[in-house]
Every structure is written in structure tokens, then in C-alpha cells.
């Protein structure tokens, strides 16, 4: 008895593997994350302190680019719980009207377009967060920055706070990395879901092979470097607003990811339109990413507004 209960388990925990090896792909594969993370910090501007651009920075971004991905397997029932934060799908969120700009008023918006839309799963597990996290990192690291400021002025050891600015810019670099992810945006990330007049591939295989397997076969640093270079940092004056309209131009490649995959450009060594549009995706990553930090560490310089408990 016991050993056959033993086999039931086992079967049981082979039957499960196929389904979490496919959704632990589901973000821009080891590879690119940290590509994105390493070229953002490299090309930051030198009025950006020297400890966030340096090689050690730029090595410790690279490791920290896939981990909030490694995060959601600490604990495996946590892992339905933590993965809404790395998408979002704008087709369904945009049911609840404009994108607002806290996490709590979305949720209430997403509830409330519910009963208008009883075909569609409007939870906010199956719409997706990841606006909302990045902002919360992006402004975490907006503190930690004022914090490494004030340590600075007040000529104490900055070393801690130096850790927590690169760590924390990791961690943002991974949400802002699935944002450049076409397939992070869209209800279709998985496969074409609903009408498929064009005959879109409905592979459960798909998201995994544009992002993870592709990446890691075809796309070097080197391929991406040159795109992300000759840019011009940009300070952003809403960097929320910015962020979602750096996921609705992700969007607008949705389609094209699949007529290239239909068109076999995902395949083996892939055609030279799947590696510029791959490049491409990926550079805007780090562009967004590059200009996110920046942002933080300029408003970092400002007086801080007070809240309600100071
Ligand atoms: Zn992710």
C-alpha cells in the first residue's frame, strides 16, 4: 500500500511537471532578463553615481535580471499568487475603462466592470499587475536612492545603501524587461486565444519559444548593445504614465510575434526579421529601464513631499 501510494505521488508529481516547466518560462527566459538589466546600467549617464554603473553593478544587475522569477518558486503555493505580477492583459483591463493609477483603485475597477463582462475572468489574478509592481519598485528605489543621498551628506558608510539601490534596481528591471515582452501584454499570451481568422499558432508552447528558447540560441549582449548606445537618456516627467505606454507599444507587436512565428522566423537559428524584431524588443527594455533609474535618481535630489504620518 504504501509503496503504491508512493507511485501515486510520484505520477502525480511527473503529471505536474510538464505544466510548471511551461509556466516558468514565461518571462524573457534567463537571457534576457539579464541583458536588459546589465546594458541599462551601463549606459546610464555619468551624473548617475559611479557604484551604479560600475562593472560590479553592472555584473550584480545581470545576476538579479531573472530572479523575481526564481522568487515565485520559494514556496510552490505561493506561486499562483506571485504570478500575476510579471503581466498584464490589456485587452481585459482596459475593459474596466483608463488604467488607474494605484493598485487598489484598479482592483476596485476591475470588480466593479465585472458583472458588465460575465464572459470574462476581470479578477485582477487573471488580469494581471504588473504596472502597479513596477511603479511600487520603481518608487522603492526612489527611497533607497534619497536614503544612499543622505548617508552620502552625512559622510557615513554608503556601502549598504549602495547594495540595496543595485538590488533594487534589478528587481524593477526584471517587471520593466516583461514589459517590452510583447506576449506579457496581451490575453494571447500563451497561444492565439478566441477568433483566429489569420490562424495564429494556439501552441502552449509559444510563449516559451519566442522568449526563452529564442533568446538564449540567437541574441547576444552585442546584438542588443549597439541599439541601446547612440539613445539619449530621458528624464520622464510621469513615470507610470510613461511605463504604460511603454506596455501599449509591447501591445501593438502582439500580432507580429505571431505572423513571424507562423512565418517559421522562431525556428532553429531564426530569419534576420526575427532577430531584429527580437533586438529590438529587448533594447527597449533597457532603454525604459535605463531611463527609469535615472528618473529615480534625479527626484531623488527633491524634496520629499510629506505623507500623512510626517
Ligand atoms: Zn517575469
Not at 551604479?52 to 499568487?81: E, H, I
Not at 493609477?101 to 489574478?125: C, F, I, T, W
Request: proline share 7%.
Amino acid at each position: 500500500m504504501k509503496m503504491f501510494g508512493g507511485l501515486v505521488r510520484m505520477a502525480a508529481a511527473i503529471a505536474l511537471v510538464p505544466a510548471l516547466l511551461v509556466q516558468q518560462s514565461f518571462a524573457w527566459g534567463h537571457d534576457g532578463h539579464s541583458m536588459i538589466n546589465r546594458l541599462a546600467v551601463q549606459y546610464l549617464p555619468a551624473d548617475v553615481p559611479a557604484f551604479l554603473r560600475s562593472r560590479a553593478a553592472q555584473d550584480a544587475m545581470d545576476y538579479y535580471g531573472p530572479q523575481p522569477d526564481q522568487f515565485r518558486n520559494g514556496d510552490p503555493s505561493m506561486y499562483d499568487t506571485m504570478v500575476p505580477d510579471h503581466d498584464i492583459n490589456l485587452e481585459d483591463a482596459d475593459l474596466a475603462g483608463p488604467l488607474p493609477r494605484r493598485r487598489y483603485e484598479y482592483m476596485k475597477a476591475l470588480a466593479a466592470a465585472q458583472a458588465a463582462h460575465p464572459g470574462v475572468n476581470l479578477s485582477p489574478q487573471n488580469v494581471g499587475m504588473l504596472p502597479y509592481v513596477t511603479y511600487e519598485y520603481y518608487v522603492s528605489l526612489l527611497s533607497a536612492m534619497r536614503d544612499y543621498r543622505r548617508e552620502l551628506a552625512a559622510n557615513r558608510d554608503t556601502t549598504a545603501a549602495e547594495h540595496e539601490v543595485v538590488f533594487l534596481s534589478g528587481v524593477l528591471g526584471h517587471f520593466v524587461g516583461d514589459g517590452s515582452q510583447p506576449l506579457h501584454t496581451t490575453i494571447h499570451y500563451n497561444g492565439w486565444m478566441g477568433d483566429n481568422p489569420n490562424g495564429h499558432s494556439t501552441s502552449t508552447k509559444f510563449h516559451g519559444l519566442v522568449e526563452g528558447d529564442f533568446v538564449h540560441n540567437n541574441v547576444k549582449l552585442a546584438d542588443v548593445s549597439p541599439l541601446v548606445e547612440p539613445t539619449k537618456p530621458k528624464v520622464l516627467t510621469d513615470p507610470f504614465a510613461d511605463f504604460v505606454t511603454y506596455l501599449r507599444h509591447s501591445h501593438s507587436f502582439v500580432e507580429e510575434t505571431y505572423r513571424l512565428e507562423k512565418a517559421g522566423g522562431f525556428a532553429g537559428v531564426g530569419t534576420p526579421q526575427v532577430k531584429a524584431f527580437t533586438n529590438a524588443r529587448l533594447a527597449e527594455g533597457a532603454i525604459e529601464l535605463r531611463d527609469m533609474i535615472y528618473t529615480a535618481w534625479l527626484r531623488s535630489g527633491d524634496p520629499v513631499a510629506p505623507n500623512k504620518f510626517n
